[in-house]
């Protein structure tokens, strides 16, 4: 661009202004290329104490109440200017190429770029459980046809062709936005862009956090996540095993056999949440459409909805 201006804004997402977030800026600062860096801080604290030493320019937008993830994206998108944006979790850290590759992608003619998560703790057991219970299908090795497609980047010009992002959702308000693109613009998946998820290095923490999550999506994606405990789980634990199985190669394969049960912990805390959230809020509807895989592979989808149906005997209510 005339200047030498970034090509890519990275808008960070931050609740609270947590530890997390200078890591992640500090990730930011060691980018081979430039990039325009904004902070969107919603519900309290002070961001401005996590910005790194003689880093580059960070704008922040701080917010005292607590916003949802569309709204934060989109005060983000307003307050860049660069051709392409990306988002970054404040528990994400990337590594120096991070955003090289996403430009070298975009310029090849994708106007969307979908990036894999890597575990950051890959030898505990507990960081590759939790890792595997939430994000197996983006993990760099995943088939490209069973992909889930986040932690995109998007042209700025998809935002004014198709709006942007949702701000009434708690979760899966990107999904709701990629539903919109066209078969053209549907994200790519790229394994070669990866960010780090921070995750838990404990029993108590990797519980608790996917017991959250899993109330999170029972509370905002209910139609998705339907049918009894066992049959959720039952559903759920082989279908991430097969995939973490697929995606991984030689030690990592190994984690993956040997965390196998606290993947099933992890995967019965999640139900666990959903059942949690059905109980206070069961007649509670979400006006979108579930969560679509990339391709036409939608297991997930097919298993959930088989085991929704009602079966032989079953009292309707």
């Not at 634990?237 to 099933?264: D, H, K, N, W």
Request: charged content about 20%.
């Amino acid at each position: 661009m005339p200047g030498g201006e970034p090509e890519l804004a990275v808008v960070v997402l931050a609740v609270g202004a947590p530890p997390e977030l200078r890591t992640a800026l500090e990730s930011l600062a060691r980018q081979s290329v430039p990039v325009e860096i904004v902070v969107v801080n919603s519900g309290g604290g002070n961001p401005r104490s996590m910005l790194p030493e003689d880093g580059p320019p960070v704008r922040i937008v701080n917010v005292r109440q607590r916003l949802w993830p569309g709204a934060a994206r989109n005060l983000g998108i307003r307050a860049t200017r660069a051709p392409w944006v990306a988002f970054l979790a404040s528990d994400h850290v990337i590594d120096a190429d991070w955003a090289a590759a996403r430009l070298a992608l975009h310029r090849q003619g994708h106007r969307a770029v979908a990036c894999a998560v890597v575990n950051s703790h890959p030898r505990n057991l507990y960081a590759c459980a939790y890792h595997y219970a939430i994000l197996v299908r983006r993990l760099p090795g995943i088939p490209r046809h069973a992909a889930s497609l986040h932690g995109v980047s998007y042209a700025r010009s998809l935002f004014e062709e198709h709006g942007e992002f949702r701000e009434d959702l708690r979760i899966g308000e990107d999904t709701e936005f990629n539903n919109r693109l066209s078969d053209a613009d549907r994200p790519l998946w790229a394994p070669s862009v990866q960010a780090t998820h921070l995750n838990p290095t404990t029993f108590g923490h990797m519980v608790r956090s996917q017991y959250h999550r899993g109330r999170r999506a029972g509370r905002h994606w209910p139609h998705w996540h339907r049918g009894p405990f066992l049959a959720r789980v039952s559903i759920r634990f082989p279908m991430t095993m097969q995939y973490a199985f697929r995606a991984t190669r030689g030690l990592e394969r190994c984690m993956a056999i040997a965390s196998a049960p606290l993947v099933l912990v992890c995967v019965c805390a999640f139900s666990l949440g959903v059942s949690a959230a059905r109980r206070q809020s069961p007649r509670e509807k979400v006006p979108v459409r579930a969560p679509q895989t990339a391709g036409r592979f939608n297991l997930a989808g097919d298993l959930v909805r088989r085991a929704a149906r009602p079966r032989r005997g079953d009292r309707t209510k």
